[in-house]
């Protein structure tokens, strides 16, 4: 993919904007220290952070006054992957770091949570308050025997006690895990029993669009089913009693107790996260102490720029890794503001009309609702004082270049926007979010510091301009230490080291601009080959979804036992509309003319919706087997959907074909 010298950016980030960066500033100050190049910018720097990683990551480190309570032996270790050694020697804590800005006596009233539900009631937590309740439920824990490496469980919406059990658990150095309170008994218990905690906090219910949902049944099955916990932690949030055998939160964070931190080794366990899980059991992923404390430190004090002046959003829930990234803006001092309601209720407008409220200087959400909105017709930028905000961040799929343009004029001309990509796998970002560089439509600013990503053909060989494999060639310390009940790392090494050895495939098609710039173009485990093209889906997605007509779309490739290729294209209309020969003619015209005449699929098929993943992702390998005949049982794991249901129309329609 060439980029055109006259290919103006959408934005371009002034000089006092770029001097006042922390990135800037840390470059200048490691090229005192550290040997880093002073000149070249952001492109010599990330050069610098690969071909020197070791020293990168020792700065990145001194930089954000990383508190090892033992010292290193070196940095790397064993830099082979699966399995690179990072930091051997040393032992920290997350929650001592997360809880940090407590310490200053100028910013210890100063709120550390704003949490903010549907009725947008805002309500602040302080940040002497957030130790407070950190030191009583961790004295709490250590009480009921929970020690270093015991898994402790959540079933909670994004409020400021999921914040709390959190800290408190990495605090005794617990294995944090969280799933969201929409998703069901089955979804959970297939994370869960995995990992066997002996801890679960819960809620008697939440809110989500303009009603209370009851939990108390699936929270009784939770019990049943999970052996091992010796404690529930019951939290009323719609204002019930406390079950018989459960404990009362308000008691276990009653007391006044200085927290103690356990000083753990830099890769003891943080957290468990887990795959979508949609063709069989999630995969239970676990992340570090220390490379979660580094990663996010990096990602969020360089890259996004957060400080203590910050106010960070992002719309979540405790079931995606975003939350625990949203939580982690705790380590740069920033304000972290918790919505838990609909992202659309009482209208599409919901998540502008949060950043408003709270001041917030970064607003992050989904491709998805930035189009949802385009598509409705709102106008934030007149409808609300968003004037705090300096960027608006994407992820959860390509934001489309509709999407840029419409942010650039919606909400503010002067507006970084950040379209950024990565995984669960690593709990942060491969390319995304640079404030010195510029914004070109369609594409990300540039891969991330200390992450060495290529694209890669079939037989390894890096490409430019051209579309190829995703893969990252050196350690990042934010890298599974291991899937949980993956004994032999065999699940590990087959779910990223398969095609390449020792080096990391994400499963994304990928390009790298001549101008350091990045291109997401989808998943490549769904890849479209058409007559030996490969494609991603993003681009039909983002040419299709322009019509007004298509609230949304999925695109399958068949192969078929007699060699055929079958292409269909899946369509969920909006309402009132019709999928007549003129709608279908302006689709394939749409994609001829924007993308290629290969594109075109063979058949344009209304749907009742579009399936997703309980992150929000279209789920499109599912999809192609049940379209090949594979059994509904065997496609797909039914409590990772959103809406199971929808799978019988798939269904239904292979077995008229066949």
Known sequence: MTSPASEAPLWQPGPGRIEAAAVTRFQRWAAERYGAPADGGYAALHRWSVDALDTFWQAVADWFDVRFSTPYTTVIGDRA??????????????????????????????????????????????????RRQVGALAAELRALGVTPGDRVSGYLPNIPQAVVAFLATAAVGGVWTSCAPDFGARSVLDRFQQVEPVVLFTVDGYRYGGKEHDRTDTVAELRRELPTLRAVVHIPLLGTEAPEGTLEWSALTASDTEPVFEQLPFDHPLWVLYSSGTTGLPKAIVQSQGGILLEHFKQLGLHCDLGPDDRFFWYTSTGWMMWNFLVSGLLTGTTVVLYDGSPGFPDVSAQWRVAEQTGATLFGTSAAYVMACRK??????????????????TTGSPLPPDGFRWLHDEVAEDLWIASVSGGTDVCSCFAGAVPTLPVHIGELQAPC???????????GEDLTGEVGELVVAAPMPSMPIRFWNDPDGSRYHDSYFDMYPGVWRHGDWITLTDRGSVVIHGRSDSTLNRQGVRMGSADIYEAVERLPEIRESLVIGVEEPDG??????FVHLTDGATLDDDLRAAIKRTIRENLSPRHVPDEVIEVPGIPHTLTGKRIEVPVKRLLQGTELSKAVNAGSIDDVGLLRFYEELARTRR
């Open 81 to 130: 992957m699966p399995g690179a050694q990072w930091f051997p020697g040393a032992t920290l804590n997350y929650a001592e770091h997360a809880l940090r800005t407590a310490e200053d006596p100028l910013r210890a009233d100063a709120p550390a949570l704003l949490h903010v539900d549907e009725t947008h009631t805002q309500v602040p937590v302080s940040w002497s308050e957030l």
């Open 564 to 569: 055929g290729y079958w292409m269909p294209l």
């Open 449 to 459: 510091l200390g992450t060495d990503l290529r694209s890669w053909g079939p037989s």
């Open 376 to 393: 409705a017709g709102t106008h934030p930028g007149r409808d609300f004082d968003l004037s705090r905000i300096q960027c608006v961040a």
